[in-house]
Nanobody
Framework: QVQLVESGGGLVQAGGSLRLSCAAS????????MGWFRQAPGKEREFVVA????????NYADSVKGRFTISRDNAKNTVYLQMNSLKPEDTAVYYC??????????????WGQGTQVTVSS
């Protein structure tokens, strides 16, 4: 229904910053809540942050609150994740996702291919 492609991952030092982008294709990008999830090797997928359709409301995991910022540009069909003060424990594959409600993790059913973020100590 909606195709998502993440970019911007890479290798950074602890304390550094990185900005991820998620480009969406489809008829109605603005009709979807958008979110970011991550998965480290050997661990389950973890919720990071979500944003409402209009971009006016957000929902952050406690582990990233104050360090990460989600935003969206509906005119460009793109959602962003600004990551600051990165820690080694942030190392994971980051996935962009589209859903129905920004407050409902289970409503996210469309996923990108992921982009690797590695934070060195």
């Amino acid at each position: 229904q909606v195709q998502l492609v993440e970019s911007g991952g890479g290798l950074v030092q602890a304390g550094g910053s990185l900005r991820l982008s998620c480009a969406a294709s489809g008829r109605a990008f603005s009709s979807y809540a958008m979110g970011w999830f991550r998965q480290a090797p050997g661990k389950e997928r973890e919720f990071v942050v979500a944003i409402s359709r209009s971009g006016s409301r957000t929902n952050y995991a406690d582990s990233v609150k104050g360090r990460f910022t989600i935003s969206r540009d509906n005119a460009k069909n793109t959602v962003y994740l600004q990551m600051n003060s990165l820690k080694p424990e942030d190392t994971a594959v980051y996935y962009c996702a589209a859903g129905t409600y920004y407050t409902d993790y289970d409503s996210f059913g469309s996923w990108g291919q992921g982009t690797q973020v590695t934070v060195s100590s």
